[in-house]
């Protein structure tokens, strides 16, 4: 089994920063791709970034390109969201999740197999 731990939300100001951490234990390997979605209230869950740990490859949603970096930390089994210049539709509740299949980089919440219990981040105007 794999646990998913995330931390590093909170409220913010427009414009603002937070980096969220989602530290990973358990059967967890290199082969894996990490993944962060966010749902905001009566909203579906959505794809915000992804990363893969062998190849340190990345993906982004277009809503949060150029504003956020997703990168990991193979030492401590950790994978960061780095979220810059944050707008209010930003609010949202933010979840890690693992892929354990091996290949693309993928965006769909059912292409998951493991989540967070996640973390709010909630950007005021």
Same mark, same amino acid.
Request: glycine residues 10%.
């Given at each position: 089994q794999v646990q998913l731990v995330e931390s590093g939300g909170g409220l913010v100001q427009a414009g603002g920063s937070l980096r969220l951490s989602c530290a990973a234990s358990g059967r967890?390997?290199?082969?894996?791709?990490?993944?962060?979605?966010?749902?905001?209230?009566?909203?579906?869950r959505e794809f915000v970034a992804a990363f893969r740990w062998g190849s340190s490859? !990345? $993906? /982004?949603?277009?809503?949060?390109?150029?504003?956020? !970096?997703i990168s990991g930390d193979n030492a401590k089994n950790t994978v960061y969201l780095q979220m810059n210049s944050l707008?209010?539709?930003?609010?949202?509740? $933010?979840?890690?999740?693992?892929?354990? !299949?091996?290949?693309?980089?993928?965006?769909?919440?059912?292409? /998951?197999? /493991?989540w967070g219990q996640g973390t709010q981040v909630t950007v005021s105007s």
């Open positions: 967890t390997f290199r082969s894996n791709a990490m993944g962060w979605f966010r749902q905001a209230p009566g909203k579906e490859s !990345t $993906y /982004y949603a277009n809503s949060v390109r150029g504003r956020f !970096t707008k209010p539709e930003d609010t949202a509740v $933010y979840y890690c999740a693992l892929d354990s !299949t091996f290949g693309l980089l993928r965006v769909g919440v059912g292409d /998951y197999d /493991y």
